[in-house]
Structure formats: C-alpha cells, structure tokens
C-alpha cells in the first residue's frame, strides 16, 4: 500500500505513464512547431488543441492517483445491525463490506465500488477516482490520436523534403529532421499509436461498464449467477441499473466528484439494496460446497511460464493477472477453480490467522492431487 504523496507516484505504473506522456507530448510539440509553426494562426489553433488535451490527460491521469478510490472505514460495520446478515465480513480489514465494495489485496483495504486494482496509478479505481480514470483514458486516446496525425504528417515530409525542393514548391514548411530525430519521431509515433490502440480498448469497456453502472467485479458476478439459474427462467436483476442517463449521472460530471458517499446506492424499483451482496453469500455458499483439498506433490516455482511442468502449461496460461503460487511439497491448498492445465487455490497454512492476507492464486495442475478432507478442518471458517 501506498503512503504519502510522492510514495503514489514513487512506482512503475506511473512513471512509465508519465514518461510516455512527456515523450509523446515533447516530441510532438517539437515537430508541430516545424511542420506547421504557431506563426500562423492554423498551428497556433493546432498547438492549443494539443496542448489542451495533454494538459487534460496529465490532470486526470495524477487525480485519479491522488484522490484514489476511496476506502471503507476499518472495522465499519452498518447502522442497522440486522443488516450485517446480508453482508460479507473482512477479515483483513476487521469489518463489514458495504454493498459494492470490494477488498484489494494489493491495497490492503476494503475499495469502495471497486473496478480494478489499476497498476499504471498504482491504485484502485473506484467510486473516488472512477470519473478522473475515465476521463484520463479519454484525453488520452484523443491527445495521443491527435499526436499520431502531427508526427505523421512531419515524418512525411521529412522524408518527402526533396521531392518538395525538387519541384520548387513554396509556401511550405521545409522539415529537416536528423537520424536522431527521424529515430525519435518513430519511437513517439509508435507509442502514439499504440495508446490509442490499448487505451482506447481499454476506454471502450470503460465507457460501456459506466453506460451500465456496472464494475469489471459485478460483471463477474452478474455472470456466475445467471450461471447459477442456467436452464430455469429465472435471471439476475442488477439493482443498481438506473437507465443509461443517470447510470452516467453516477459518474461523470462536470466537477468530476463522485456522487453520494460510495456506501449507500440508489437502486431501481423493486430491487433490494441488498440483492447483489445477497447473491456474493450465495455464490460464497456454493463455492464453499464445491472446494476440494489438494496436496502438492511437487514443488511449484511460482513462475508465469514454468518450463519445467511441461509445453502444455507453458501454452495454456490462465488469462488473468491473478498471481501464480510458489509451493513446496506438502503444501495443502483449498482449490475452487478448475482448468485443464492449471489450478486456483488457497494455501491452508495461515487459515488461522485472519489478520494476515491469504495467499491465493494459480498453479500447475501437475504439481497436485486432490486429497480427502481432514477431520475437523472448519471449512465455514474460510469462507466466512
């Protein structure tokens, strides 16, 4: 977790976030001043509008940092004490979690309306910086979109100059750019792109999780259970869809300041405030009666493409940043999640210690076998 001001920034996320902004921006600045100077009021109109929306894009990108997701109060428990049956305990934390938050073992605390833990701001996205991240994402793909249109056009004519010269055409700027330049255009033009490529994917689901008033988390949800009511007529009303206008509402507006307290959520008619973390025990339920016991009978390196435990693991990773377990022989581990080449788990060993993060995460299915379950061991316990 993060402390102080400069320690938020102080990580590779934003660093790297913040030396692709500066590159992007300085070198395009340099080649708009030659490809289309600000002398003329078409490239002073054009250096604005850049400017602009790299100025917006830095502002967002360090909000999002600074304002974070907002946390739920340790040991926060409801005012109405009979509610606290319709909600889940952290043990971490030592308290209740409020309807839509989440807790974020790299935050060590309990997220308010949490999305994801987001590793280029090195924080959450939450209900207290979901509209600067979404914004960032936005200013982002239009700045670097805009940077893209520069560079090309200047590397264009840098690389036409003489064909330019050769035909005695005037009136235009002639762009010079040495092997240093032409080198460093390309790197910008390629990062350029490549922001409004990833970003704008990014900002895409972004745009439609805000449309929906959903997070990447309740998108989850949402799907385990209308798997669980797979082949019945029912389907899973998600309370907190207000219609696309004030879903919106929600979370964008013009002080970009998050609505409401991030605790208590406005539902539609005729859904329980409750109904979604009353789906969460469900799902706890039904996971608690599908966890198997596993013992690991050769030792798992924790690595994201162990060589080792043969081509077929190596080919078939799990598609999620979920981390990967190192284990020792012996190790026992409560597993939930199947796959042909890989496991999900929990190691056992610190069951005891509720105050002290569980390790989770994958393995190689080669390095285990499933075991029977030993006398006495609380199973409630882990899933409370």
Not at 204 to 228: P, S, V
Not at 240 to 250: C, E, F, R, T
Not at 296 to 306: D, K, N, V
Request: hydrophobic share 40%.
């Amino acid at each position: 977790m993060c402390f102080g001001p400069l320690a938020k920034v102080r990580h590779w996320g934003p660093l790297t976030a913040l030396c692709i902004i500066k590159c992007v921006t300085g070198v395009t600045i340099h080649c708009s001043n030659i490809w289309w100077p600000s002398s003329s009021f078409g490239g002073l109109l054009n250096t604005i509008c850049f400017m602009s929306l790299s100025g917006l894009t830095l502002y967002n990108f360090l909000s999002a940092i600074f304002h974070g997701p907002g946390f739920l109060p340790l040991k926060w428990k409801p005012e109405n004490e009979e509610n606290t049956a319709f909600l889940q305990f952290c043990n971490v934390c030592n308290g209740y979690k409020a309807p839509r938050s989440h807790h974020c073992r790299k935050c060590k605390r309990c997220v308010l309306k949490m999305d994801h833990h987001c590793p280029w701001i090195n924080t959450c996205v939450g209900w207290g910086n979901h509209a600067h991240f979404a914004l960032f994402l936005a200013f982002a793909v239009l700045g670097c979109f805009h940077a893209s249109i520069i560079l090309s056009c200047t590397l264009y004519r840098a690389f036409y100059r003489s064909w330019y010269i050769y035909h005695g055409i005037t009136g235009q700027p002639i762009v010079v750019l040495g092997l240093y330049g032409i080198v460093i255009s390309v790197f910008a033009l390629g990062l350029a792109l490549g922001v409004v490529i990833a970003v704008g994917i990014l900002f895409f689901f972004q745009a439609r999780a805000i449309a929906r008033n959903r997070t990447g988390i309740e998108d989850w949800i949402i799907e385990k259970a209308n798997h669980r009511r797979k082949g019945t007529n029912e389907v899973f009303d998600f309370p907190y869809d207000l219609g696309v206008s004030n879903n919106i509402k929600q979370v964008i507006n013009w002080q970009a300041v998050p609505v409401g307290d991030g605790i208590n959520w406005s539902v539609k008619d005729g859904c329980d405030e409750f109904a979604l973390t009353k789906e969460q025990i469900e799902q706890k339920l039904s996971k608690r009666q599908r966890t198997r016991l596993y013992l690991i009978i050769r030792a798992s390196s924790g690595s994201w493409l162990p060589i080792t435990q043969g081509f077929g693991v190596c080919l078939h990773p799990p598609c999620t940043d979920e981390p990967r377990l190192k284990l020792s022989i012996g190790d026992k581990l409560l597993v939930t999640r199947w796959r042909k080449y890989w496991l999900f788990g929990e190691k056992i060993e610190i069951i005891d210690n509720p105050q002290e993060p569980s390790k989770k995460g994958w393995f190689p299915r080669i390095c285990a076998e499933e075991s029977a379950m030993d006398d006495g061991f609380d199973i409630n316990k882990k899933f409370h």
